[in-house]
């Protein structure tokens, strides 16, 4: 495997189910994102581990909750999602101390919530 | 607050057509500038960094450029198979703390190269 991977890539679930999204990145980065990206909008920053550390995204709603259990694995667990939250996920990874940290995006889980 | 506008929104060119995109920002002090080519439903790949004024970067039928306000892709002889969403971004001006890997993206361009 090379660059960013994410798991699944598609993902249907109904507003009373848990699941969780996996992304790893095998370019020894140090810094690791979630993105929401929806239909017609900007890409949107959810969730920074920087050094392993979260970066609070304080208007993420509490139903989306992050995990980064070392610098390579990144998780975004879900629960009673709402259909708004149907968009496609992304997870990039980047190299801190970099001279503008270059951030290096996965294949996007895309999400339907039913 | 950083601001990228990217236009025009859409692009419609025929194949050897050349054109150029053009990305717009506004940023207390700019430290970098991405390029990223988007296929429908995946994830941005990365194209170009560039870090100041005057700097270019090329790569195939794409070359980037930057001025203190703007950077420009322009796109020679393109293909069909260039046709994606071209999105540009600024990371923050302080790098710390709370400030850090907080890109602003414009809303991209979308290109669509005809036969």
């Known amino acids: 495997e090379t660059g960013v991977t994410q798991t699944p890539r598609h993902l249907v679930m109904g507003m009373t189910n848990k699941k969780s999204l996996k992304c790893e990145q095998h370019?020894?980065?140090?810094?690791m994102y979630w993105y929401k990206q929806s239909a017609k909008k900007p890409l949107e920053l959810m969730f920074v581990?920087?050094?392993?550390?979260?970066?609070e995204n304080n208007s993420v709603p509490s139903r989306f909750s992050p995990e980064c259990p070392n610098s390579s694995h990144l998780f975004l667990h879900l629960h009673t999602l709402q259909p708004e939250d149907s968009a496609l996920y992304l997870c990039?990874?980047?190299?801190?101390?970099?001279?503008?940290?270059?951030?290096?995006f996965g294949p996007g889980t895309r999400l339907t919530v039913l | 607050e950083d601001q990228v506008t990217q236009s025009p929104e859409a692009l419609r060119l025929q194949e050897g057509e050349s054109s150029s995109l053009n990305c717009s920002y506004t940023?207390?002090?700019?430290?970098?500038l991405f390029w990223y080519r988007q296929d429908p439903g995946k994830g941005p790949e990365f194209l170009f960094t560039?870090?100041?004024a005057g700097e270019e970067k090329e790569k195939e039928r794409l070359k980037a450029t930057l001025t203190k306000k703007e950077s420009f892709l322009h796109i020679t002889a393109p293909k069909p198979e260039d046709s994606a969403t071209y999105l540009c971004?600024?990371?923050?001006?302080?790098?710390?703390?709370?400030?850090?890997?907080?890109?602003?993206f414009g809303q991209g361009t979308i290109l669509t190269v005809h036969p």
């Open positions: 990039a990874s980047s190299q801190v101390g970099g001279l503008a940290d270059t951030q290096y």
């Open positions: 370019l020894g980065h140090n810094a």
């Open positions: 581990y920087s050094l392993e550390e979260r970066v």
């Open positions: 940023v207390s002090g700019l430290r970098g």
């Open positions: 560039l870090y100041s």
């Open positions: 971004a600024v990371p923050p001006t302080n790098a710390g703390g709370t400030s850090y890997g907080k890109l602003t």
